[in-house]
C-alpha cells in the first residue's frame, strides 16, 4: 500500500510540473490584469499601465523598473511597461501624440549594439517587432531597441548594460 501510495504521490508532482512547465509561458504572456503579488512571486515579472507621461514619472520614481527614457516625449499617452523583477529586461509601448520622437543615445552605443528580439512577451506586443527592428539607444544603463510602428513606439531592453 504504502508503494501504490509513493508512486501516485511521485506521478502528481510529475504531472503539475509538467502542467506548470506548459502553462507558466501562456500565463507570462498575458498577464496584464494579474496581482503584483502573483506577477512578482510567480512570474517574476510586473506590468504596469500608465494614462500619460507625466502620470507614468510621477508613479515610477518609487520603482526604478517602470522609470521611462528621457526622451521619452512629455505628450505620449497611453504608456504600457512590463519589466522582469528578477532581472533587467523590458518591454514598453507608449502613443506619439505631436512631439516627434528623438532618440538621445543612438551615437554612445558602440558598434554591434544588441540586436536580439525581446526575451519577454506581451500580449499587446506586434509579432512583427523584433530582432533587427527599430535602433539602438544607449542613453540610460542598459542598452534599448526602439522601434516605431505609425504612432506607436515599442521599446525593449533584454538587460545587456551599456558598456563604458
Not at 533587427?132 to 513606439?153: E, H, I, M, N, T
Request: with cysteine; aromatic share 8%.
Amino acid at each position: 500500500m504504502q508503494k501504490k501510495t509513493l508512486i501516485i504521490s511521485a506521478a502528481c508532482v510529475v504531472g503539475l510540473w509538467a502542467v506548470g512547465s506548459a502553462v507558466t509561458p501562456l500565463l507570462k504572456e498575458h498577464n496584464d490584469g494579474f496581482p503584483d503579488v502573483f506577477n512578482d512571486h510567480v512570474l517574476h515579472e510586473r506590468v504596469k499601465t500608465f494614462p500619460t507621461e507625466h502620470e507614468a514619472r510621477k508613479s515610477a520614481d518609487g520603482e526604478l523598473i517602470f522609470r521611462l527614457p528621457k526622451w521619452v516625449p512629455r505628450d505620449a499617452t497611453d504608456i504600457t511597461i512590463k519589466a522582469q523583477t528578477t532581472g533587467n529586461a523590458k518591454l514598453m509601448r507608449f502613443t506619439l501624440a505631436d512631439t516627434p520622437l528623438k532618440l538621445t543615445g543612438e551615437k554612445s552605443c558602440l558598434e554591434g549594439a544588441f540586436t536580439d528580439g525581446p526575451t519577454l512577451a506581451a500580449s499587446w506586443w506586434p509579432q512583427d517587432v523584433g530582432a533587427d527592428d527599430g535602433q539602438p539607444d544607449c542613453s540610460g544603463q542598459y542598452q534599448l531597441r526602439v522601434a516605431v510602428k505609425g504612432d506607436k513606439v515599442y521599446a525593449w531592453s533584454n538587460g545587456d548594460m551599456v558598456e563604458s
